[in-house]
Structures are given as C-alpha cells and as structure tokens.
C-alpha cells in the first residue's frame, strides 16, 4: 500500500529553471566557466551533470562551494517560482489518499517560502539532501516515518533522482517537463514516467492507496 509520495523541488512542484539559469549565469564570473544561452541549455538537458560540467569548463569539485552561493541568490528571487501547471490540482487530488512530502537539494527555508508564496500548504515534511546524497536522506525518511520501501513513490525531473531511488530501494515516477530530457534518463529506466501531472494521480492510484 503506498503511504507517502515525495516530491523533489526544483524542476518537479516549481519551474524555476529560466531564474537557476539566471543565478548560474551571474555566477559565472566568479567560477571562470561559461555562461549558459539557450541553445546549450537545450542541448546540456539531455547530458548527466558531469557531462555538462565538462561542457562549460566548470570542475565537479567545485560544485560544492558553488551550490552555496547559488542558493544564497536563489533566495532572493523566490517569489518569482510558480506551480507547473496542473500541480496545485494534483496535490490537492494526492492528500485525499496519500501524505505528502519534499526531498530537494534546495534549502528548507527557500522550499518553503516557495511554497508559501504559492498558497501551498498540503506538504508535511520538507528534507535536505546534498546534491548527490537523495539516497541517504530517503533512507532516513524511511526509518523515521516506518516505511516499507513499497510504501513510497519519489517524483523528480532529473537522472540523479532516479539513481538516488534505485540506491535506496523505492520506486521512481519521472517527469517530463524538467530540466533531464528523456535522452538521458530513459538510460537507466525509471519505474514510471509521467507527461503532464495529473498522470502522477493514475500512477499513485495504480500502486494503491
């Protein structure tokens, strides 16, 4: 029986990837990479983060210190997120049946403050992971709420999520309207794929509630 449904951030509830592009832009003076234009956007979505690190000249070992200063400005500009479309009326539809949580690489307070300015108040838990460590962090969320790995579905945008899932046992609904195209996530298969989201209604209804 499926119990909770976590949601990542980023690309998933809000679309914020025009304002992250706008952040990472600002901040490639002080990391000497290149700035990003449209057309490499496009062309970097269907590429694994390191890949398009490699691509902009920018060093994984850096994204670390990066990730600070990104979140630091990501703060300011909150207000300027919105809901996908259709997401408010999937949550909505979702705490009928299921709890609902987040599990982003995004700070606490800027998830919230986000989902305040959206009039969202339906999440019961928000968790942080670092940008690679989602695995560790559903782990825990599994032992604190007594979960059976069964008894959750994730939902992300992105071929991190879907590798962080696989490591930590639980099945993954990918989304299409993101920031990973399905070039690059198809590779490793995720357990269900959705398009526009009331699909992730059938999908939580298909594993039972």
Aim: charged share 25%; hydrophobic share 40%; glycine share 4%.
């Amino acid at each position: 029986m499926l119990k909770y449904i976590i949601f990542d951030f980023d690309g998933t509830l809000v679309d914020s990837k025009d304002f992250s592009i706008q952040v990472i832009n600002q901040l490639a003076e002080k990391y000497q990479f290149n700035r990003l234009s449209q057309e490499q956007i496009e062309h970097l979505r269907k590429f694994p983060i390191a890949e398009r690190c490699k691509a902009i000249g920018f060093p994984l070992y850096k994204i670390p210190f990066a990730l600070i200063d990104f979140l630091l400005m990501y703060k300011k500009g909150t207000e300027q997120l919105s809901l996908f479309p259709g997401i408010r009326d999937l949550l909505e539809k979702l705490e009928e049946d299921f709890n609902l949580a987040v599990i982003s690489s995004n700070t606490e307070e800027n998830i919230t403050q986000a989902l305040q300015n959206n009039e969202i108040e339906n999440i019961d838990d928000i968790l942080v992971a670092s940008i690679f460590g989602k695995d560790k962090v559903i782990k825990q969320f599994l032992k604190k709420h007594s979960l059976k790995a069964s008894e959750v579905l994730y939902v992300g945008d992105e071929l991190r999520d879907i590798l962080a899932c696989k490591r930590a046992g639980i099945k993954i609904a990918w989304v299409s309207w993101g920031f990973d195209s399905i070039e690059v996530t198809e590779i490793e298969k995720p357990d269900y794929t959705a398009h526009q989201p009331m699909d992730l209604l059938s999908i939580a209804q298909s594993i039972g509630g």
